[in-house]
Every structure is written in structure tokens, then in C-alpha cells.
Nanobody, 121 residues
Framework: VQLQASGGGLVQAGGSLRLSCAASGRTFNGYVMGWFRQAPGKEREFVAFISANGDSTFYSHSVKGRFTISRDNAKNTVYLQMNTLKSEDTAVYFC???????????????WGQGTLVTVSS
């Protein structure tokens, strides 16, 4: 599976962005999809994941209630809707594909190249 993330950019605090992650390959709907982020000087951290069929989602405490992960298996795409953005959300955001419901980056086999989100205060 090859993953291509897009949708990042510069936004003011309180604003919104929607990230997309397009996947190639015929088995996209067999993977759990996750979003992670890495801020400058910090380790990569879990943001959210969604089950293969889209019925189940899980969020980190820091984004729960503000971010929504979704997927369209017909389009081989996973999304991350980010609302009420804060300066601390500034990071490179990565999408990833794996086979288990996990917050650990070690559980994901395939990674996109990342898209930069910058939130100005």
C-alpha cells in the first residue's frame, strides 16, 4: 500500500483543516488507518485511528472532540477533519496503515510522507 497525505497548510487558531490520505492498492479496506503527528523537536504521537470498515474510531485525549477521522473505502481515502485548531496542533501529520487497533506507531506497516499543518496564534 502506498499512501499520499495532503491538505496541510497554514491556518489561524480556531480554524479548520481537512487532511486526506489517498491509498493505492486493492486491499485498502482491509487495513486499520491511523493518523500520527510530529511536532518540531518532539517524538511522533498518535492522533486517531479508524477500523477497516469505518465503524470504530479512537482518538488521543488531546484531539478528542475537535478532530474526526473517517474513511471512504470506495475512494481508498482516509480523512482527518480538524476543527478548533490550536497552536499546539502544529506538526507534520502522517497517515499510516496497519492491521490492529493500536496507538503505537510500531503497529503500522505503511506510512505516507506527511503533510505540514501550521496553526498561528
Amino acid at each position: 500500500v502506498q499512501l499520499q497525505a495532503s491538505g496541510g497548510g497554514l491556518v489561524q487558531a480556531g480554524g479548520s483543516l481537512r487532511l486526506s490520505c489517498a491509498a493505492s492498492g486493492r486491499t485498502f479496506n482491509g487495513y486499520v488507518m491511523g493518523w500520527f503527528r510530529q511536532a518540531p523537536g518532539k517524538e511522533r504521537e498518535f492522533v486517531a485511528f479508524i477500523s477497516a470498515n469505518g465503524d470504530s474510531t479512537f482518538y488521543s485525549h488531546s484531539v478528542k472532540g475537535r478532530f474526526t477521522i473517517s474513511r471512504d473505502n470506495a475512494k481508498n481515502t482516509v480523512y482527518l477533519q480538524m476543527n478548533t485548531l490550536k497552536s499546539e496542533d502544529t506538526a507534520v501529520y502522517f497517515c499510516a496503515a496497519g492491521s490492529s487497533w493500536s496507538q503505537s506507531s510500531n503497529s503500522y506497516y505503511y506510512w505516507g510522507q506527511g503533510t505540514l499543518v501550521t496553526v498561528s496564534s
